[in-house]
Structure formats: structure tokens, C-alpha cells
T-cell receptor
Framework: AQKITQTQPGMFVQEKEAVTLDCTYD???????LFWYKQPSSGEMIFLIY??????QNATEGRYSLNFQKARKSANLVISASQLGDSAMYFC??????????????FGQGTRLTINP | ETGVTQSPTHLIKTRGQQVTLRCSSQ?????VSWYQQALGQGPQFIFQ???????GRGNFPPRFSGLQFPNYSSELNVNALELDDSALYLC?????????????FGPGTRLTVL
């Protein structure tokens, strides 16, 4: 069964510093997608970045990059030059490429990131 | 803004009642998934609809049911509400059902069961 583990319940970072949020996953499938979402206190889940299991390059989206280490089954999110608006819950999630049935998102427990001025 | 909308924003019900939550998917998206997020937890998958058919379900009892309409909007119905049903309910739409398709979430409906 697919599983996502986020080991950092909370992170505190100074504004303008880079931060790495950890994510490890477990799956027996060869085809899967890894996603990071940001959830501010308002509740909406905001998509940040996607990495496919067959992608050879690490994904990047603006200040966000995903450090994908397939052999170690890790997909860490790196935020460069953090801003006060980055304070939120961050969730790592995975979708397996099943042949039948819904290819659902499975989420980790999340990491609460706080950016200090 | 993702273009995914949900209504209502907040809802208070009593135990035993029934509730209907609504979701409008992003333009061009034919797949809608519903998730339940309890306080302090990650979202849990309830079910997914693809072109008006349920194509997968998570570990939720049958009193959780849904519909998808021809315009791909969707409803989540919960019968016989229990206290543990209090949660944020998130709807997500995607271009299709494959694992490579990003799911875009709406703002959620916060349900409180008293």
C-alpha cells in the first residue's frame, strides 16, 4: 500500500533563508506521481509542484524545487528565499498509476512551516 | 484561484441529519475527487468521479455517496451524520483520472456536527 511520511511536524525559518521540507514515500508501483501542496490557514489546498516517477530531471517551479531521489524514495521540497507568505502547512502526496480504480492522492501528515521576520 | 468552487463554505448540522455539499470543477476538467480532512490530519480520499461514473472509493461507509453531473460538477451526500464526520471536505478537479494529472482543489466546506 502506498504511504507518505513527513517527519517534521514543524519548521521555523528566518525570512530569505532557504528551507527543505522532507518527504519519503513507499510504493511497489513503477509509475507514480509526487505532489506538494500548500495549505494556508484559510484551508484551500494550493498545488506547488509535481514530479513523475520517470522524470529524470528534478522539477522546478519558480522558488520551489523538488529534490527527487528515487532509490532512496524521497521527494523533498526546497523553497528558496523564503517569504512571510510562505508560512502555512505543507503536504507531500503521491498518486500511483494503478491499472484499475481511482488513482487517488495519498497525503502525508504535513509540516507546519513558520517564517520569522 | 483554481476555478474550483465549493458551497457552502461552512455548515453546522446535528447528529443523524443529512448533508449535501457541492463542487464545481475547473473548466475543461472531467474528473472530480472528494477528500475529508480531519483537524490536524492530511486529507483522506473518499471517492472519485470520472465522466459521471464513480471510478474508485476510499475506506468510507456507504452513507457517504456522490454524484457527478453532465457539466462535471459534483455533489457529496452524507446520511446519518456522526460527530466524527466533523471535518473540512475538499473537492478537487483534474483534466482526467491518470496519476500524472494534477488535482486542483477548491476552498473546502467546513462541516461541524453537534
Amino acid at each position: 500500500a502506498q504511504k507518505i511520511t513527513q517527519t517534521q511536524p514543524g519548521m521555523f525559518v528566518q525570512e530569505k533563508e532557504a528551507v527543505t521540507l522532507d518527504c519519503t514515500y513507499d510504493t511497489s508501483d513503477q509509475s507514480y506521481g509526487l505532489f506538494w501542496y500548500k495549505q494556508p490557514s484559510s484551508g484551500e489546498m494550493i498545488f506547488l509542484i509535481y514530479q513523475g516517477s520517470y522524470d529524470e530531471q528534478n522539477a522546478t517551479e519558480g522558488r520551489y524545487s523538488l529534490n527527487f531521489q528515487k532509490a532512496r524514495k524521497s521527494a523533498n521540497l526546497v523553497i528558496s528565499a523564503s517569504q512571510l507568505g510562505d508560512s502555512a502547512m505543507y503536504f507531500c502526496a503521491m498518486r500511483e498509476g494503478k491499472v484499475q480504480g481511482a488513482q487517488k492522492l495519498v497525503f502525508g501528515q504535513g509540516t507546519r512551516l513558520t517564517i520569522n521576520p | 484561484e483554481t476555478g474550483v468552487t465549493q458551497s457552502p463554505t461552512h455548515l453546522i448540522k446535528t447528529r443523524g441529519q443529512q448533508v449535501t455539499l457541492r463542487c464545481s470543477s475547473q473548466s475543461g476538467h472531467n474528473t472530480v475527487s472528494w477528500y475529508q480532512q480531519a483537524l490536524g490530519q492530511g486529507p483522506q480520499f473518499i471517492f472519485q468521479y470520472y465522466r459521471e461514473e464513480e471510478n474508485g472509493r476510499g475506506n468510507f461507509p456507504p452513507r457517504f455517496s456522490g454524484l457527478q453531473f453532465p457539466n462535471y460538477s459534483s455533489e457529496l451526500n452524507v446520511n446519518a451524520l456522526e460527530l466524527d464526520d466533523s471535518a473540512l471536505y475538499l473537492c478537487a478537479s483534474s483534466l482526467a483520472w491518470q496519476y500524472t494529472d494534477t488535482q486542483y482543489f477548491g476552498p473546502g466546506t467546513r462541516l461541524t456536527v453537534l
